[in-house]
């Protein structure tokens, strides 16, 4: 299984929509295979259209407020000792994390399909707190559906979702997390996809929706690309780029750019959610060896039973707190082009702890899951190495969970 080259990673799938002939595809119902082939349509349309990069751009710049900053962080270096660690904080972002750049894809889309609705999932909250935000900004309407377990933990985003207008719509089925959001969500859209647009908040789902999605979330590698030539006059020789993996969507775009690099020159670390320390759950398919099998309209690495029904999993973070994951990340990883690791529920609290105490930075839960590799492999190399996290979300709506879980809260 080979990665090839000068060619962007979405785009490296065949005509069923399967990366390394394995991974992704299209396994759906005939019900949404007409909305599925119009989404397709519509995005071949304008990726390329010069007017539609532009408008992007702009909202990128403009609204976003990119580049996000790309910093040192010398305490932290100082204290580990070895490689020099820096972050890229994507968490700068407008609305605190990576899930604007696909929220303003699919509004912009959404418009062009002359729709005034817009619905979405999501687990975190941060993708719909996204949605809802350029919601307002492009005057749609829009519902976000969560599992009645992440509105209860995620309260901060819930009500930034709802002062922006959108809809919260509780999904109490299944393990009421974003696994069964996103589901409810598809089941929406098919029932109302004349008049609705949807957009899955991570790199899964049907092939379409990987596209647009790591599309939107590549232009954080082509920042940092900038800004690693800017403070080093190249791309540093030994470089890794440690990102948390759930469904993969800002593990992607902060790779994306460096895709063509020898792993030995810039290696790829994604870090899954081990769960808690002891527990037998996780949210780990890549680390834990998870066999393949089918979720959400696509072929990937799933936690499933013996009899091949997705399994429960279990994670502090509930934007990590998925079953699955992208089939691109299946694909770096059979390729061997990434590595894949999982940190604990207590890991990433120290880690954010730590991170906390020594920097004027304060990452989410599941940026802490890498911040806690980071910590854990620094040590290992010399000052020739750069390691460098992407730190892609504000801790801000973890406070609740933080406070009952450390005894207090600080950014």
């Known amino acids: 299984m080979k990665i090839k080259k000068g060619i962007p990673l979405i785009d490296q799938h065949d005509k069923n929509g399967f990366y390394g002939g394995k991974f992704g595809g299209n396994y759906i119902a005939e019900t949404l295979k007409r909305p599925i082939d119009d989404l397709t349509k519509l995005f071949q349309k304008y990726r390329k259209d010069r007017n539609f990069i532009t408008e992007r751009d702009n909202l990128y710049r403009n609204y976003v407020g990119t580049p996000t900053r790309f910093i040192k962080l010398e305490n932290l270096t100082n204290y580990l000792g070895g490689a020099q660690i820096y972050a890229k904080m994507v968490s700068d972002a407008n609305g605190g994390a990576h899930k604007i750049y696909n929220a303003i894809t699919h509004a912009m889309l959404c418009k062009r399909a002359n729709k005034k609705y817009i619905c979405t999932d999501t687990g975190a909250g941060y993708n719909g707190k996204m949605f809802s935000m350029v919601a307002k900004k492009f005057g749609l309407g829009c519902k976000v559906f969560m599992g009645k377990r992440d509105i209860e933990r995620q309260k901060p985003n819930c009500e930034a979702i709802k002062k922006n207008g959108a809809e919260i719509i509780q ?32 790199l899964v789902g049907p092939n379409i929706f990987v596209k647009i999605c790591g599309w939107s979330t590549a232009q954080i590698s082509r920042e940092l690309k ?18 948390c993996i759930g469904g993969g969507s800002s593990a992607y775009g902060f790779w994306s750019e460096f895709v063509d690099y020898k792993k030995n020159h810039v290696e790829f670390i994604g870090v899954e959610a081990g769960g808690p320390k002891n527990s037998k759950l996780h949210a780990a398919p890549l680390s834990k060896n998870s066999s393949i ?8 690495y799933c936690i499933q039973d013996k009899d091949g029904q997705i399994n429960q999993t279990e994670s502090i973070s509930s934007g990590l707190d998925y079953p ?51 910590i854990k492999i620094a040590p290992r190399f010399d000052e020739s190495t750069t390691v460098i996290v992407n730190s892609c979300g504000d801790s801000l709506k973890d406070i609740d969970i933080i406070k009952k879980r450390l005894g207090s809260y600080s950014r």
């Open 324 to 374: 699955s994951v992208s089939p691109i990340h299946c694909f770096l990883k059979d390729s061997r082009r990434a590595r894949y690791s999982s940190a604990t529920d207590e890991e990433a609290l120290n880690a954010f702890k730590l991170i906390t105490e020594l920097e004027d930075i304060s990452p989410s839960l599941e940026p802490s899951h890498a911040f806690a590799e980071a």
């Open 293 to 300: 099998g089918i979720l959400h309209g696509a072929a990937a």
């Open 171 to 202: 999904v109490n089925s299944g393990s009421k997390t974003l696994v069964d959001a996103v589901s409810e969500c598809i089941r929406y859209w098919v029932s109302n996809c004349d008049k609705v647009h949807m957009g899955i908040g991570s």
């Open 226 to 243: 900038a800004q690693l030539i800017e403070e080093f006059g190249e791309i540093p020789r030994k470089t890794k780029l440690i990102n």
